[in-house]
């Protein structure tokens, strides 16, 4: 009804101005039923906004930031700033008067993020994620969130805007923390509105709010506050709830505009991906996954928003010709330097003691807000009763190690739908042929060894050790390997091949969407394992030797049904960019007997 | 045409409130999206802002602020201030493109400057007088704000509501404003640091104001948001424009038996920059610049009108005049300007 009625307003005032002939937009009309639907539009939208947006308190009620949930089991974006003084324990309050219980799962001290979890709903209210991509300045946007810890009521304060500015880059202010690609608004953001939501005018989630330019006017909004992008934070979602403290990358070279204006390699890595994929000094960087890179502060922009490990694609120029290629980041820090990051800023154990106030966040700058609004934290923490005392683990490395353990279970889950692996023995027997050529091909992978067969040519290694060889000289046994690892990821689990670790969601070359993905060492080398989100297909492993060496990458694809098994009809074995070989599996024998090895 | 732009105007107004208006909203003007409308307006709008930069970079005193292309597009209309001590100031464009300026000369009353470049095809705002907001108004502020835009990055855009249309009244000591007119006072924050020499516009994209200095108000502490208005502008640029306040020092003829500072008998603070400011350090007793009535900590900006960049311009200017001949000049006492008439 009342969007009918606010088009038929428009029309009438559209076909009246020429009319009229001299229209003083200066003087606003009586208000047309249009700005009233449109009100009531934006009053919805701010609603649903505020239904998913979270205050951030201490376990014992004190301080105050904000969140936002973006998934109805309860899990909640947030400032690493605002979580960091409270340490792993919180409670979160929602517009529906009430207060949650919640844990820390993983936290970025780079990128200023931290994901929290919420109990005591299966239903919360999200908030729709938008395209922060398509934000552009003079768009209208507003922000949700707890400034001044003004909401002793739970319900969040609004605030409405213009995006002043948008891929912002914004330098680590003292500590770590840099704010890369974000949006600015001239929203009211202040102390307390910190790892709020920051939506578009439809009420869809666009950034974090986290930081302002104050200066000389001291922590009040002087028109300037920064947003995460959400792309950056879904980028790290992932990663987040794996309960680590997660990092953020290099691309092992660094770079400077020359004075033709182009972006130029002045330094490289010879141990580093892009070098590999034949990227040298004095090379010109073009586009960076798929954004055009003019200026440093673009390059800069376009690595802050991405994890460690993922691989993005890299066009550049050289003497002859422009490459299209993919690198892989490298990590920007060492474990132990964030490790000491989290414990400057946050408590790990269960029940902290008293805050010392050296231990207090360092007031860097003037910048991040939130911080001056915190009361500490005191030991009255001890007294109660901690009911989510089991959602939490410490280890190191983890701002939670619960989170790990709770996404390893989930891609476990997985690998009993896709069949009976208990049924299979130790020993399979995969025949089939060597793809595009006549070439028959037999892999044999058990317990003790692991042999490919080509033709008449056959090439064996231990079941755990002595692999790392086989890659360095990118031979194709490294399939079999592969097909090693996909038979145990199957037969016992990630958790008992070796240390297992869920990283996040990360991409693959040539695929849509992300995929779950898990570190398990093996032996002398790690081998990461790629699962489809949904079915928990194993689409690729990677069996990683060091730094300097390409990983063997081997692509499980065109999966079928075999005797009940989802098992893959190709097994390609790539290095590099470039695909060695690839088997084309026509049949699997689940209880090969050891007998079998080595005759025809 | 006009009619399309006057429409435009209307849905700007009303979209402005209301970005989540139905799609089909301009139903007879097709090609206008209101909902986009506004982010035109202001990337429009960011064709004709550039960034400044030149002295400063010590505390409190930054050395950027924001310019506005204005005349055939070789003129950039900005605040005079300190970042303008420099021999050529820093112009870089919307799109990155960086260009030396010269000062083209000085309004020490309205606190503005203009500078020249080379043409470099960029749009100028037009001045027109006429074009007074109306308190309530809707207006937005672009601006290189705390210098967060580099390179080919876009000003930032606030918006805001015209407040009032008032005087800076003169509180001595209260407001260090050389600047005593007519100012548009805004609601929000857009006087920051950098923000200075930046355009206010109104829904048609129209320059409405010249964002000012940052102000204080040293009793209240209060930081006051306001630009120049455009007819306060006009005649200000008229003014320097019309060789009023030149800059051109260089050129003037020397004479063989010119003023020198030691037989005024001034000393002025020591020439150890680039572009010294030409203050006073102290003044002889008896002497023709105590008669004029010459102070210690005077800043001389003009001599004749003609514009005093540094010590050593106004060793140039002063070895143009005639011994024998009197001459006129303007300095700044603290907040006043004061005009001295000085008398061989």
Known sequence: M???????????????APEAGKIDPQIAPEPAAAVIAAQQQRIEAMQRAAAATVGVFGFDGQ???????????????????????????????????????????????????????????DDFPVATIGDSDQVRVGQWCFAA????????????????????????????????????????????????????????????????????????RGRVNVGVGYAISIRQAMNFFWHLRSGRIVDHATLGFTVATDNKGRVIVTNILESSDAYRRGLRYGDEILRIADREIATTNQLKNVLGIFPNH??????????????????????????????????????????????????EPKDTDKEEDGKKEKGPVRGQKAKKVDRLADRYESRRGYSNYYFNRLEIDRIVGTISQRGDWNATGPMWRLQGQVAGEPTALQ?????????????????????????????????TLPLGLGVRVWQLWHRIGPQKMGEAVYIGRSPLVGRDGLFDTTRIAIGELDAVVYTAPDSGLVECIELTVDNQTDPAEIFFEKYRSIDGRSFPAQIRLAYGLETRTAMEVESVEWNAAPAAEGTD | MRIGMLCLAWAICLASAVSLAPHNWAADEPSVSPARTLEQLVVQSERSIVKLYGAGGARGLESYQTGIVIGDGTLILTSWSTVLDVEKVRVVTFDGR???????GVDPQCELALLRIPDAGLPPYALDPELVPRVGQRVFAITNLFGIAAGNEACSAQKGVVMAIAPLTKRKGSLKTLYQGRVIVIDVMTNNPGASGGALIDLSGRLVGVIGKELRDEQAGIWINYALPVDVVKSSVDRILSGQTSSNAATTATVSEPHRLLDLGLALIPDVLPKTPAFVDWVKEDSIAARAGL??????????????????????????????????????????????????
């Not at chain 1, 088009?7 to 005032?13: D, F, H, I, L, R």
């Open chain 1, 2 to 16: 009342v969007c009918q009625h606010s088009v038929v307003a428009q029309q009438e005032t559209a076909s009246q």
């Open chain 1, 63 to 121: 301080g105050g930031g904000s969140g936002v949930c973006i998934t109805p089991d309860g899990y909640v974006l947030t400032n690493f700033h605002v979580s960091s003084p409270f340490g792993h324990r919180m409670r979160c309050g929602m517009n529906d008067g009430k207060m949650y219980d919640a844990v820390v799962a993983g936290i970025d001290p780079t990128g200023d993020l931290a994901v929290l979890k919420m109990y005591g709903r």
């Open chain 1, 145 to 216: 969130g707890n400034p001044f810890v003004l909401a002793t009521n739970l319900q969040p304060t609004i605030t409405y805007g213009l995006v002043s500015g948008v891929r912002r880059y914004q330098y680590p202010s003292g500590t770590i923390l840099e704010y890369s690609d974000c949006i600015q608004t001239d929203t009211a953001i202040n102390p307390g509105n910190s790892g709020g939501p920051l939506f578009n005018a439809r009420g869809e989630l666009i950034g974090i709010n986290g930081r302002c330019s104050f200066e000389k």
């Open chain 1, 310 to 359: 993922w691989r993005i694609p890299l066009r550049f120029r050289n003497d002859i010709e422009v490459v299209d290629t993919y690198v892989r980041l490298q990590s920007l820090h060492l474990p132990v330097e964030l490790e000491e990051i989290v414990q400057g800023e946050s408590s790990q154990e269960p029940a902290p003691p008293p805050r010392n106030p050296q231990d």
């Open chain 1, 443 to 475: 892999i044999l992978t058990g317990d003790a060894s692991i042999t490919a067969k080509a033709g008449d040519r056959e090439e064996a290694v231990g079941s755990k050790l002595g692999w790392i060889p086989w890659i360095q000289q990118r031979s």
């Open chain 2, 98 to 104: 960086r260009l030396d300026a010269e000062v083209a």
């Open chain 2, 295 to 344: 102070q210690p900590n005077d800043l001389i900006l003009l001599v004749n009108e003609v514009r005093v960049d540094s010590r050593k311009g106004l060793e140039r200017i002063l070895s143009s005049i005639n011994r024998a001949d009197s001459f006129q000049i303007l300095v700044q006492r603290g907040q006043e300007l004061i005009r001295i008439q000085v008398r061989p």
